[in-house]
């Protein structure tokens, strides 16, 4: 049985309250009794993208499970690259696309950020690099594909009009190259599930707050609950058949 944390939107700024939230449920994970096979973060790490924003993440991400993060769109390509994964910036604005290879799976993270936008894009870069990653993949192997950006609407019409577009690229890689078993976002600040090309969408919930679902009376005018609704994270568990189950969980700050 493989277990994977993911959490999304953590929003780290300069504000004590970010922290704490992020604080608790990264203390929760330490509090597991297993080895998680990994701990993914879907985006908008840092909630401006600055290098005392990443030097803080560094510290509040330390944990002693496997750790994959990607970029957001409130994050900076090269400052993120730089600061928070320690690597040279050899190409100036490249998307940050990274793989881990655990026991019996493979989570992909690519980056569906769009420089100083908040809607996403998957370049032709990271498609390309997704293909090859499914491509030294035996097909046994269940391959889980991370971003951003949800790459369909979630029926919250402010998350809606800055999803990911150009999907109909993503959905035709899928449709040709088989091994996804998932697709994997965050964004949207709420947990959700829904399918995409025919494979799940699963959406984290955000650690910095929880959108407004358009049904809901809370706050005329208001997008998200801040402090009304604790922090939420999600497992997702691989089973020998290769089939994915998905629990959420809110932990107390
Ligand atoms: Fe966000
Ligand atoms: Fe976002």
């Known amino acids: 049985m493989i277990v994977i944390a993911h959490l999304s939107d953590i929003h780290i700024d300069s504000s004590p309250r970010s922290a704490e939230r992020t604080r608790s449920v990264m203390a929760y994970l330490e509090s597991l009794d297993i080895d998680l096979d990994a701990v993914v973060v879907t985006g908008d790490i840092a909630d401006h993208?600055?290098?005392?924003?990443?030097?803080?993440?560094?510290?509040?991400?330390?944990?002693?499970?496997?750790?994959?993060?990607c970029p957001g769109n409130h994050d900076v390509r090269d400052a993120f690259r730089r600061v928070l994964l320690g690597e040279p910036v050899t190409r100036t604005g490249a998307p940050v696309n990274?793989?881990?290879?655990?026991?019996?799976?493979?989570?992909?993270?690519g980056d569906s950020s769009v420089p100083g936008k908040d809607e996403?894009?998957?370049?032709?870069?990271?498609?390309?690099?997704?293909?090859?990653?499914?491509?030294?993949?035996?097909?046994?192997?269940?391959?889980?594909?991370?971003?951003?950006?949800p790459p369909t609407a979630l029926h919250i019409p402010f998350v809606d009009g800055i999803?990911?577009?150009?999907?109909?690229?993503?959905?035709?890689?899928?449709?040709?190259?088989?091994?996804?078993?998932?697709?994997?976002?965050?964004?949207?600040h709420t947990a959700a599930a829904t399918t995409f090309a025919g494979?799940?969408?699963l959406v984290a919930p955000g650690v910095i707050s929880t959108?407004?679902?358009?049904?809901?009376?809370?706050?005329?005018?208001?997008?998200?609950?801040r402090d009304e609704m604790a922090p939420s994270l999600a497992f997702h568990v691989l089973d020998e058949g290769g089939r994915i189950t998905t629990h959420y969980r809110s932990v107390p700050v």
């Open 49 to 69: 993208g600055l290098e005392s924003e990443y030097l803080h993440v560094r510290e509040l991400l330390q944990t002693r499970h496997p750790l994959l993060v």
């Open 98 to 109: 990274q793989v881990l290879r655990g026991a019996g799976f493979v989570l992909a993270l």
């Open 120 to 149: 996403g894009f998957l370049e032709e870069e990271t498609l390309a690099w997704l293909e090859s990653v499914l491509d030294e993949t035996p097909e046994e192997v269940p391959v889980l594909v991370g971003f951003h950006h």
């Open 163 to 188: 999803r990911q577009f150009g999907e109909h690229r993503l959905a035709e890689l899928a449709a040709r190259r088989p091994g996804i078993v998932a697709f994997l976002c965050g964004h949207a």
């Open 199 to 201: 494979l799940p969408l």
């Open 211 to 225: 959108s407004k679902l358009p049904w809901e009376s809370y706050g005329p005018g208001v997008h998200v609950y």
